[in-house]
């Protein structure tokens, strides 16, 4: 659609909203709004959790030795429902998960809610939204990218593995063309779209909307040819449709929490949300994991057994700069970007901490990447939006390798194979997950590849030590079956930060290593230290100062 059919249709959107409020005689003192109303009880109803829930989903509970007739799980009360619908204009979606029902409703009309002897709490809607990323063609993108953001993360050393018998669940804003086009032909074929639902327009039919969705998709199992996009080409698909990217301000969070009890239901191993919500909703104290209605609910899924994987958000060039929800929440997996050209944060991808000093993001992937688009054609776009489907992608091959594992000791892992790990900071998280955690033994330990002097009057110097000829033909470097942060481009890169007494990090920094002396610190500049990590190809060094 080109840009001035949008704005004809938005006018006309708005001249029809014109003329509805001047038949109605709507008066501004009297608007409606969008309130959660939540309840007190689930007494007396039951269902069978055998014919509800799909198979995987009752594996899922069962490994976790979790029943299968929760409170959670119960449906609402349907007579609590009818009697709040006689008070409220209307009504959309019943949580099981927080036993309550979200509702559109004048404030008058809400202090009779509130009087309801089974009303538990009503909480006011949150408005506005904003994607966690924005598929944008850059000017050009050589195939070596397209090879780099699977191989950056193992692909070789994952060999068969490609996500076979996990179902992932994808949350976004349309999937144009994945009905069609080449790039999920392997998908269709094997009928590995076991269900779609556009919760926008209440219909089994996600197809539509914006193609966002798609590229995201085609970082997650798309191939170009014989070239995979993402690692997971063999999982299955459920695909909802939860974002209007133009005129949905008010109902994007309850379609995430709708789409998430439906992923729940219907078997997800897996939930890829490529979608955040931060300054025209929220604070960024309010990024604490346990404010927002949907790092709730993604904790939720997570104590079900599903692993969330969500983008870390697009904001750290901007004032905003801290990660969105969900990605705040404990127990999703947040994923920022690094860029190819440099393998290190890319200038957009939000950074950490959480606002109670949580450390996000927990790994990253590429922020730039090849996606396929609804048109059939294969372009660079760029966004944590396209790291979180490609460490997805990388979740569904370690979960196959694993499949005794639950989402947590998989969450785990996914951190420990960060090629950073055990070092960490607020834009890296642990680094990009590397394959060969997961398939070789890990019980040899690095070699260093660095030394730290200290003097008598305590200024530390870091000095890199001489690289080991190994044998040709030795895993890394030029196989691209596995390639380090330092590996893939050349580049040579030290990491260090400094941690307080509280256990948080005051600063980290990125070096360029051009020369031996590569570091020197004083004491000035480690006053306040309790503890110092430096990393370096794949050896950590921790000192403890205090």
């Known amino acids: 659609m080109k840009p001035k059919e949008i704005a004809l249709k938005a006018s006309f959107q708005w001249l029809l909203l014109l003329v509805l409020v001047a038949c109605t005689g709507w008066n501004g003192a009297q608007a409606q709004e969008k309130w959660w109303v939540f309840f007190t009880d689930k007494d007396g109803v039951s269902f069978n959790p055998h014919t509800y829930f799909d198979a995987n989903a009752i594996e899922r509970r069962q490994k976790l030795g979790l029943p299968l007739n929760h409170f959670t799980d119960l449906p609402v009360r349907q007579d609590y429902l009818d009697l709040v619908a006689l ?21 008058q009309q809400m202090d009779r809610v509130r009087q309801l002897p089974f009303v538990r709490a009503i909480e006011a809607m949150q408005t506005e939204s904003k994607l966690a990323g924005r598929a944008k063609v850059l000017s050009t993108y050589d195939e070596k990218i397209l090879r780099q953001q699977t191989a950056r993360m193992g692909r070789g050393t994952f060999g068969e593995y490609d996500g076979t018998g996990i179902r992932v669940a994808i949350f976004d804003a349309g999937f144009p063309g994945v009905d069609t086009l ?81 992923a729940d239901k219907n078997g997800a191993h897996i939930i890829n949300s490529s979608l955040g919500y931060t300054n025209r909703r929220y604070k960024t104290s309010d990024m604490d ?118 989402n947590m000791q998989l969450f785990r892992e996914i951190e420990q194979s960060g090629d950073l790990y055990p070092y960490f900071d607020y834009a890296h998280g642990f680094g990009v997950p590397q394959a060969r955690h997961f398939i070789y033994p890990k019980d040899v330990l690095p070699e260093p590849t660095f030394e730290l002097k200290v003097d008598e009057a305590g200024i530390f110097d870091v000095v890199i030590l001489p690289e080991p000829d190994g044998p040709e033909g030795e895993e890394g470097g030029e196989n691209e079956s596995e390639a380090t942060s330092e590996d893939y481009l050349g580049a040579q890169y030290l990491y260090y930060h400094f941690e307080n007494a509280q256990g948080y990090l005051d600063r980290y920094f990125v070096v360029q290593v051009d020369k031996p002396e590569v570091l020197t610190l004083l004491p000035k500049d480690l006053e306040g230290v309790a503890v110092l990590r430096i990393h370096y190809r794949g050896y950590t060094l921790t000192k403890t100062l205090k």
């Open 289 to 406: 994991g346990r404010t927002s209605f949907v790092s709730r609910a993604a904790n939720i899924a997570a104590a079900k057994g599903i692993l969330v994987v969500n983008a870390a958000g697009n904001e750290g060039a901007d004032d905003w700069k801290v990660i969105g929800t969900p990605a705040d929440a404990d127990s999703a997996l947040s994923i920022g970007g690094i860029d190819p050209t440099t393998n290190y944060h890319i200038s957009f991808s939000s950074f950490g901490p959480t606002a109670d000093k949580r450390m996000k993001p927990n790994v990253c992937a590429f922020g730039n990447a090849m996606v396929a688009n609804k048109n059939g054609t294969y372009n660079p776009a760029s966004g944590t939006s396209f790291a979180s489907p490609l460490v997805a992608g990388f979740a569904a091959c370690a979960w196959q390798v694993n499949p005794e594992w639950n």
């Open 182 to 262: 080449a790039a999920f032909r392997h998908i269709r074929k094997e009928k590995r779209i076991i269900k779609t639902y556009d919760f926008v327009k209440k219909r089994d039919n996600a197809y539509g909307g914006n193609a966002h969705g798609t590229s995201v998709m085609s970082c997650i199992g798309g191939m170009r040819g014989d070239q995979p996009i993402g690692l997971a080409t063999g999982a299955e698909f459920l695909l909802a449709r939860t974002e209007n990217a133009f005129f949905e301000p008010f109902s994007e969070e309850e379609n995430w929490l709708a789409a998430v009890e439906w």
């Open 87 to 107: 008070e409220v204009d209307s009504m959309s979606y019943a949580t099981r998960w927080f036993n309550g029902v979200a509702v559109w409703a004048q404030p």
